[in-house]
Structures are given as structure tokens and as C-alpha cells.
């Protein structure tokens, strides 16, 4: 019989932002579908293509999916929220994944555009970073725009590097070593605006 995967747990943070704003950082629930979807018709058309990489108005019933439902073990999908109970918006996500018995994962974040420059997709990153660590991923790579230059500066600042990609010429892909940041938090001075 083969043993079950781990489940990747995360106790809900409170994060105080640069400018004093409070979010709540949990775990995706299956009842955030309708405050998901919503977040995602909030970003801009900008900020759908930075994330996405492609032109779309919201998830498609797939995405919905399995951005709701994690694979236990190789996921996690965080959502930065304001708000309680029926008031309770969803204003960024992040979230990284990996294949089986890999101990390299992927990362994405998205932040409504209400919310950037505030510093929320730094801790975000930090926050997964520390979560993959803590579950024994060694590695953390990431697609980036290359015309994102906010991310891709937020990145570098906590120690990826770019790395050789066969993706399209437009994308950059980042990697960090989490095992040399083990036990290093990010530079908490640097007030960097990011997305």
C-alpha cells in the first residue's frame, strides 16, 4: 500500500503592510470559489497578463478547480484576505506546486492592483519560501515576464537568480536555493514596491 503524502499545513498569518494595512494570509478554502473569481476580474488587464502570461477574464471552471483543491503534499495556494465571514475579500494569492517526488516547486502571486506597492507580494514570496523550506523542497523556480521588472527585482532581492530557460524569449525564469536560506528570513529594511 502506498503511503499517503503529507499535507502541506499553514497557520493563518497577519501581516501589517508598509502603510499600516492588516491582511489575514491562509490557507485556499473549497468555499472561496465566488471571493477567488472575484479577485481575479478585480486585477487589470496588466496585471491578469503579468500573472497569466495570456489574456483571460477570469478562471476557467478547470483552473477554478485545482486552484481550490490542492494536491496534498506537492501544494500549497494561500489567499491574502481583508475583511470577515460574508465581507471577506480575497486581495492576493500565491502559491506554489511541484511534481511528484520532486524537490523542486514552482511559485506564483497575484495581488490586486489596489494593493501594490504596499509590499504584500514580498511577504508572500517570503511566506512560501519559508513553507517549502519547512516541507523539504530544495529549490523554488519561477516564470516571470520579462517586462515585469518589479517582480523580477523582487526576486533577485531574495536570492533568486536568473537561470537558462527554454520558455519563450519574453520569459524569465528564476531560481533559489532554499537550503542555503535555511534559517534566513528577507531583508525586512527594504521597502521594495513589488507585485
Not at 30 to 36: A, F, K, M, T, Y
Not at 75 to 80: K, T
Not at 105 to 117: L, R, S
Request: charged share 30%; glycine share 8%.
Amino acid at each position: 500500500m502506498k503511503e499517503a503524502e503529507p499535507t502541506i499545513e499553514f497557520a493563518p498569518v497577519v501581516l501589517t503592510l508598509q502603510r499600516g494595512q492588516r491582511v489575514t494570509v491562509r490557507a485556499i478554502r473549497p468555499d472561496d470559489r465566488e471571493r477567488l473569481q472575484s479577485a481575479v476580474r478585480a486585477l487589470s488587464e496588466e496585471s491578469r497578463y503579468l500573472r497569466f502570461m495570456g489574456v483571460l477574464r477570469e478562471l476557467s471552471p478547470q483552473l477554478l478547480e485545482l486552484a481550490l483543491h490542492p494536491r496534498v503534499g506537492r501544494e500549497l495556494q494561500l489567499a491574502a484576505v481583508v475583511g470577515e465571514g460574508a465581507e471577506e475579500t480575497i486581495v492576493a494569492g500565491a502559491r506554489y506546486s511541484s511534481e511528484a517526488g520532486s524537490t523542486d516547486c514552482e511559485f506564483a502571486i497575484a495581488v490586486t492592483d489596489e494593493w501594490h506597492g504596499f509590499g504584500l507580494a514580498r511577504r508572500l514570496l517570503e511566506l512560501l519560501m519559508q513553507s517549502a523550506s519547512r516541507h523539504g523542497f530544495a529549490r523554488m523556480e519561477g516564470y516571470i515576464l520579462a517586462s515585469n521588472t518589479r517582480m523580477l527585482g523582487l526576486a533577485r532581492r531574495l536570492g533568486f537568480v536568473a537561470v537558462e530557460s527554454s520558455e519563450d524569449p519574453a520569459v524569465r525564469k528564476v531560481r533559489c536555493d532554499l537550503t542555503r536560506r535555511a534559517g534566513r528570513s528577507g531583508e525586512s529594511g527594504d521597502r521594495s514596491v513589488a507585485r
